[in-house]
């Protein structure tokens, strides 16, 4: 059977679940999201969406069947309807004064945004209505934070095949060429190749998993957290993309300052113990550390950029992004309040069979929203993310975690590139803060009375 038809089952499968037990298609959807290759769920499907789109629909048109499910749905969007409708006003008029792109597929990449949304608010009001079930969700994320670190030590590390790249685009008959992303063999600095597991694109998984690095700093720590820490680090590190190691560096001083009178002892120690250990190491073996070691730090230092010419590292650099944000500014200047369109990128990869001469990938918000939705849009963009922070905010009394969330986000978007599904990923670490703080506040309060 063609893999779109057994696409269609599964959605029809998570719409089944979802009459049972309308908790168990949102886990259900998780799990797809976090544990599908995502070239499965891009596949597209009915009038250009594709299956990640409509599983998301399944899940929350199932629950909303429910008519004791609708009044509360309904409930929640009367308190939100002037941000909805901004939201869908502002979208409809960059679709039809944009430029370039065809209004079919602008209202196509709607639709998935507006599934994205559905989605997210569908996960925020079971975790409001069942703080509980955050600590399910908690445990989705922590199943899958060992899966990556697991498929990317014995296919990528080990056999140097991922199945969940290159073979998989060829079986699913996608022509082998420069657009297909695959980085087993890819070199940034000092990694000899670049970790991205199932999800595409090595800045995907970092970009995943420092939305949820967070987790694991909140002061209601699950065991092991240390070491769910290390390995989501170990994972950011391996993805080679600056834009994620460098929030990623960013959000752990923050964290270390916030509490600096105990780590700092933890620092002394630790600094002490590191001192006392060079010491005993011959002066050959530290020089020729410090010389393989060059290359990562040169890889973290993205504003030098003769010193990424030096240690070998291509890709993004301060001139690059200035002659970016020039070119992205002759793009739409016949069009700068609007820009070109919904899915300009891709609409122009498909169009040319060739990467934009200038913008490449369009490797930041700036650039990305910039051309795509106009100068309107990219502020617009920024105006939404503020609300959902405020929306989640106000529902925590742990407001740090949502705020390091948030932080390294938009440091991740502006410094590289906008992957598909971050912003889910983010909207899940945030609603596991909030609910997890709800019940432990919950908890407490029952054993007062």
Not at 101 to 127: C, G, R, Y
Request: glycine share 4%; charged share 15%.
């Amino acid at each position: 059977m063609p893999i779109r038809g057994l696409l269609y089952l599964y959605i029809l499968f998570i719409g089944s679940v979802g009459l049972i037990s309308y908790r168990k298609s949102i886990y259900l959807t998780w799990m797809t999201i976090l544990f599908v290759p995502t070239i499965l769920l891009e596949q597209n499907l009915k009038f250009g969406i594709p299956a990640e789109g409509y599983i998301m629909y399944a899940s929350v048109f199932s629950e909303l069947i429910r008519k004791k499910r609708r009044v509360y749905w309904i409930s929640f969007f009367t308190h939100i309807q002037s941000a909805i409708l901004l939201y869908l006003l502002i979208s409809l008029i960059i679709i039809f004064l944009s430029q370039t792109v065809p209004i079919k597929n602008q209202l196509q990449q709607l639709l998935i945004e507006i599934a994205m949304l559905l989605f997210v608010f569908q996960t925020f009001l079971h975790v409001k209505d069942q703080p509980a079930s955050a600590f399910s969700l908690r445990r989705i994320v922590c199943w899958t934070i060992i899966f990556n670190i697991v498929f990317c030590f014995i296919f990528e590390v080990i056999i140097g095949v991922n199945p969940a790249g290159m073979p998989l685009y060829i079986l699913l008959g996608q022509d082998d060429n420069e657009f297909i992303v695959d980085m087993i063999e890819s070199e940034r600095g000092a990694l000899s190749f670049r970790a991205q597991t199932i999800y595409r694109h090595p800045l995907s998984l970092g970009q995943y998993m420092l939305a949820l690095l967070p987790l694991f700093l909140s002061r209601n720590r699950l065991r092991f957290s240390s070491l769910y820490l290390l390995i989501v680090c170990i994972l950011i590190v391996l993805s080679g993309s600056r834009g994620v190691i460098v929030p990623m560096l960013f959000v752990l001083f923050l964290v270390f300052l916030k509490n600096v009178k105990t780590n700092f002892r933890k620092f002394m120690m630790f600094l002490i113990i590191m001192v006392i250990a060079i010491s005993f190491v011959p002066d050959r073996k530290w020089n020729n550390f410090v010389k393989e070691a060059e290359p990562f730090v040169a890889s973290i230092q993205f504003w030098d950029d003769e010193k990424q010419k030096e240690n070998d590292i291509e890709g993004s650099s301060m001139e690059l992004r200035v002659n970016q944000f020039n070119a992205a500014l002759e793009e739409i200047n016949d069009n700068p309040i609007f820009g070109r369109g919904y899915g300009y990128r891709d609409y122009y990869i498909g169009k040319h069979n060739a990467l934009h001469p200038d913008l490449l990938g369009f490797e930041s918000v700036l650039l990305l929203y910039l051309v795509e939705r106009g100068w309107i849009g990219l502020f617009f963009f920024f105006i939404i993310i503020r609300y959902i922070y405020k929306l989640f905010k106000k529902e925590t009394d742990e407001a740090s975690i949502i705020r390091y969330i948030f932080l390294s986000y938009i440091i991740s978007i502006v410094m590289t590139g906008v992957r598909p599904l971050t912003l889910l990923f983010v909207c899940l670490a945030s609603l596991i803060a909030i609910g997890i703080s709800k019940d432990m506040v919950m908890n407490h309060e029952e054993k007062v009375e």
